[in-house]
């Protein structure tokens, strides 16, 4: 019998098409109505059995120890490779990154697993609200589940990664779905149709905690938040200048505060015709809406692009569509 010693998992980064952000609760967080969509901007993460080998698979380190407990840890080690050039360099390489803890936690819980190195093919804006380390979390959750033969059912990876991460969830699952609650309770949302999005870089990161602190300063009155349902039927339609018009993102004010010059990028966008402009998430990534599956499309998106790449307002500019699958393994 072959044993693999190797898994590597796709996985998608996420835009947000509505985030309503509700007041601060007792535990920190806030209640969302987050509209997550997967764009085809991937990562891809490759779990690897760390040498010497000790174990097999199946004995696995700390079987015999009780979850929780185990022998030592299951994160060997951490690389990073991919063309993002200035933002690999804000990837943790440590037991701090979120990927680590994933394959840390999944040991902890199931009491199996050998120790593993992580690498991460990154495609996925790094501190930029595309949730590129929650993204790294599902795949190498996913990943490890794979390569220790734990199998575990959906449902069980997705309570293990909404214990990593309020985005961690919606990873797994990908395509288009509403999360509430902190955004790890999830229904999909049917999105027949196909969209096309630019995406501007910046070069500097964003604090998802502090854009979060200072949306609390900006709108210490927040109601609760609503999924709004033009929204909604702008998706069932696959009507892109109706999804345009309903982008809505509350903290948007937040991030325009912490970074003014997100401002000029989002007029750059508008002002070449883009259907709808945002910034993703908690930022400091902008995306634009450029349109369906047309030619129109394709002329708006080389506008758009242009007029980014020229307006030396972001680092780099790069295209995707959505929605697509969540974490897959290869
Ligand atoms: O869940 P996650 O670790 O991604 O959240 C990062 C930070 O973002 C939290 O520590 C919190 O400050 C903020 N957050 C929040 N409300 C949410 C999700 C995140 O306040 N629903």
Not at 119 to 147: E, F, N, Q
Not at 241 to 257: F, H, I, P
């Amino acid at each position: 019998m072959t044993v693999d010693t190797t898994v590597t998992v796709r996985v998608p980064a996420k835009v947000n098409l509505q985030l309503a952000v509700g007041p601060r609760r007792e535990d920190g967080f806030h209640d969302l109505v987050n509209v997550f969509h997967a764009v085809s901007l991937f990562d891809e993460v490759t779990v690897k059995r760390a040498s010497p080998c000790r174990q097999s698979p199946s004995e696995g380190v700390g079987r015999d120890d009780p979850p929780g407990e185990p022998e030592e840890s299951a994160f060997a080690g951490m690389s990073v490779g991919g063309d993002l050039g200035s933002h690999l360099s804000r990837v943790p390489l440590d037991s701090s990154n979120l990927a680590a803890r994933a394959v840390n936690l999944l040991a902890e819980r199931t009491g199996r697993g050998f120790p593993v190195t992580v690498h991460l093919d990154k495609d996925i804006p790094v501190a930029g609200g595309m949730a590129g380390g929650s993204a790294d979390a599902a795949a190498a959750l996913l990943a490890c589940d794979r390569l220790w033969g734990c199998d575990l059912p959906a449902g069980v990876l997705t309570e293990y990664a909404a214990d990593l991460g309020s985005d961690v969830p919606f990873a797994l699952l990908g395509a288009t779905a509403v999360g509430r609650g902190r955004g790890e309770i999830l229904r999909p949302l049917p999105s027949p149709g196909r969209f096309r999005w630019v995406f501007a870089l910046s070069p500097r990161g964003l604090s998802t905690a502090e854009v979060f602190a200072e949306y609390d300063r900006v709108r210490p009155d927040a109601p609760e938040p609503r999924l709004d349902d033009a929204l909604v039927d702008a998706l069932a339609e696959g009507d892109p200048v109706a999804l345009g018009a309903a982008l809505t993102n509350d903290l948007q004010d937040a991030a325009l505060s912490l970074l003014p010059e997100l401002g000029r990028t989002l007029r750059t966008g508008t002002d070449e015709g883009a259907l709808g402009a945002l910034v993703s998430g908690s930022g400091p990534t902008c995306a634009f809406l450029v349109g369906g599956d047309d030619d129109e499309a394709t002329e708006r998106e080389t506008a758009v692009v242009a007029a980014l790449e020229s307006s030396g307002s972001c680092e780099r500019v790069v295209r995707a569509w959505g929605d697509v699958p969540g974490a897959t393994v290869l």
